[in-house]
């Protein structure tokens, strides 16, 4: 497309995309180098094995049949696509009549998820599915990373002891797990009561779709997040790094930049913007 993706790197991660309410979102996160949406089709995700579909509108999935067929075309992996379980039927059907069109055979998978589902993505990732507050069957995800580390209960023994504990075969490692990113996708506030744990990953992807008090109703219609609701929650946030997408063709980065500076200054200095920048 043509647009230039953001390109943000925070902590291990680093993160491409581009998202536009009703034009395009699409999020590219390496390692391990999956996808979160795939907007209208974006060339810079024929390398991604794994596409992770929120739901149905277009913005977020149109560009499945392309991306799907560029791999296809590129002798790549068989790709994976995960999407709630409600549209996993038409989806592929979507794919299916793409591949007619072109008279070629993709190489690619639907799985169906529901909330709590988990796939892993790469050794010691996964990703797992919560459920969303949108207009339509929607799901966000979390990228969990596994760590291993010395056992709680052997922390601040000499190393002697250890070696000899390891020598007699006793296991002394346990592994953790914590929350590396949560993309929200399409949401509107609901999403904090249905899933409080996004609070606590270390990178939240959070639309914040609107920002003029004009706005309110036309959120809570079509279930997107106004900043208004962002900010009445600020004190609940624990991120490290909060990505801000899917900003309304009302509003420039610009006045999403001034509304952040007003209405969320404590939250300011961790926020970034997942904006594409035009050609
Ligand atoms: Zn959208
Ligand atoms: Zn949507």
Redesign the pocket.
């Known amino acids: 497309m043509s647009r230039r993706p953001a390109d943000l790197r925070v902590g291990a991660l680093h993160l491409e995309g581009v998202s536009r309410?009703?034009d395009e979102?699409w999020l590219k996160v390496h390692p391990p180098g999956l996808a979160f949406d795939v907007g209208r089709g974006a060339l810079q995700l024929a390398g991604s094995r794994d596409l992770f579909v929120s739901?149905g509108?277009l913005?977020?999935a149109l560009g499945l049949p392309f991306v799907i067929s560029q791999r296809s075309l590129h002798g790549s992996q068989e790709t994976r696509v995960f999407c709630p379980a409600e549209i996993a039927d038409d989806l592929d059907a979507f794919v299916r009549a793409a591949e007619r069109l072109e008279r070629v055979a993709y190489r690619y998978e639907i799985h169906p998820l529901a909330p709590g589902d988990r796939v892993e993505v790469a050794r010691d990732l996964s990703v797992a599915a919560f459920r969303v507050d949108h207009v339509v069957p929607s799901l966000g995800f979390h990228l969990i990373r596994r760590k291993h580390r010395l056992a709680a209960i052997y922390q601040g023994r000499e190393p002697a002891e250890l070696a000899a504990l390891r020598a007699s075969g006793a296991a002394l490692e346990e592994t953790v797990e914590e929350l590396a990113l949560s993309y929200c996708?399409?949401t509107g506030p609901g999403v904090f009561d249905l899933e409080p744990r996004v609070f606590e990953s270390a990178v939240l992807v959070l639309?914040c779709?609107f920002l003029t008090a004009d706005l309110s109703e036309r959120a809570v219609r079509y279930k997107?997040l106004h900043i208004d609701e962002i900010a009445a929650r600020a004190d609940r946030f624990h991120n490290e790094v909060i990505v801000l997408q899917?900003l309304s063709h009302r509003h420039s980065f610009a006045d999403l930049e001034r509304a952040v500076a007003e209405r969320l200054p404590s939250l300011a200095p961790r926020i970034r913007l997942l904006a594409g920048t035009p050609p």
Do not use: I, K, M, P
């Open positions: 309410a009703g979102t739901h509108h913005d977020h996708a399409d639309e779709t997107h899917h």
